[in-house]
């Protein structure tokens, strides 16, 4: 079974190589063995302290400005003025409707985290390398649409307006998946060839959080590929995170905000992006899942197909966009889409008691 992760992390499926193959074989895994210690080496950071989670992930406390994503070459040899607490983040203030059935997750690593200047990046393992080659072999996001991923989303129309930024209030579920599945549940800003995006995901992953160079990671006590330790079950506690994204008015920083206090997580710098270096042209937020052809693919979200009640619908809640004067309104201008409604369905509940409310979901296809 998958286990979502913080901002789109998932596992990979792991498969070991024969190492009692013939000696020309033998030889080539053997430099593949070295060329893998040897990025590893590059990889993981000295770390001024290691915290072990009870998942068994190994986080180094790594000094700020040697992290991974100071490694983007856009990055590279720039002088950063960097407080924790930007001062030209403006304290926005949110539409939050609570309901009865919520529960909010802790989303910070437990004892406190790591010291101040430092960051929580997890260890990348021999193993982690091996099974990321394995799975680049087969797929690519690039074509996901060709190898079976499909969506069930909630999306602003036709790209005239423009946003600084989106959120919402995502309910947490751990759909089973097996394999090269994956099942997600996101909310992502888009223009042109670029988009960023932010959920929980369970399955397995290509390049996601600080193996993808180009965020910059702030808080010591949160990290980015964090197990959450609360998960929803349908009739039961419905546990949910409030994400957003928003971007500094003053210097085009598109800023991770997590939880009701709205904590300052990092950000994707301005200067990486072509389309996103200004305002978004769209939003949308929903679930997405993908098979490998010839396979079933997984179920999305609560693993059932929305009966409109979120004690046992996947949900978000607080569906919000960021106007271009910096101003948090509900999401307008919708429309549903599901490349698939005989397997994955979406509902763009609009106003009701909960704020803009999308309920998604689907079970496994045989």
């Not at 996101?186 to 959920?199: P, W, Y």
Request: aromatic fraction near 10%; include cysteine; proline fraction near 6%.
């Amino acid at each position: 079974m998958g286990i979502p992760r913080l901002l789109l992390v998932f596992l990979l499926s792991f498969q070991l190589f024969d190492y009692n193959g013939v000696e020309g074989t033998r030889d080539l895994l053997e430099r593949e063995d070295l060329e893998l210690e040897n990025q590893l080496k590059l990889m993981n950071k000295p770390a001024v302290k290691t915290i072990k989670t009870q998942y068994g992930d190994i986080y180094d406390c790594v000094d700020f400005y040697k992290q991974p994503a100071f490694d983007h070459p856009l990055l590279k040899n720039h002088s950063f003025h960097f407080e924790m607490k930007p001062t030209s983040l403006p304290k926005r203030k949110r539409n939050q409707v609570s309901s009865e059935d919520e529960n909010p997750v802790h989303t910070g690593l437990i004892g406190g985290g790591c010291p101040v200047g430092t960051v929580p990046i997890r260890r990348v393992t021999k193993e982690d390398l091996i099974r990321e080659r394995n799975a680049s072999k087969v797929m690519s996001f690039a074509n996901d649409q060709t190898l079976r991923a499909h969506y069930a989303v909630v999306r602003t129309r036709g790209g005239q307006n423009k946003f600084n930024g989106a959120g919402a209030t995502l309910s947490l579920h751990n759909p089973r998946v097996s394999g090269r599945q994956y099942s997600a549940a996101r909310f992502k800003l888009i223009n042109g060839a670029d988009s960023i995006q932010v959920g929980w995901r369970a399955g397995q992953s290509h390049c996601f959080n600080a193996r993808c160079p180009g965020f910059v990671h702030v808080r010591s006590d949160i990290p980015l590929d964090l197990v959450y330790p609360q998960i929803s079950s349908p009739g039961k506690p419905v546990y949910e995170v409030q994400l957003y994204i928003d971007r500094d008015l003053a210097n085009g920083n598109w800023w991770l905000l997590i939880g009701d206090a709205n904590t300052q997580v990092g950000f994707w710098p301005k200067r990486i992006f072509t389309g996103l270096a200004e305002m978004a042209s769209y939003a949308e937020w929903g679930g997405e899942v993908f098979g490998p052809p010839g396979t079933p693919t997984p179920g999305m979200g609560s693993g059932a197909f929305p009966i409109h009640d979120t004690s046992y619908d996947s949900y978000f809640k607080n569906v919000e966009v960021i106007d271009g004067g910096g101003r948090n309104i509900d999401a307008y201008n919708t429309e549903s889409f599901a490349d698939d409604n005989s397997k994955y369905k979406v509902f763009d509940i609009g106003h009701s008691n909960l704020r803009h409310v999308v309920l998604y979901g689907g079970p496994p296809s045989g």
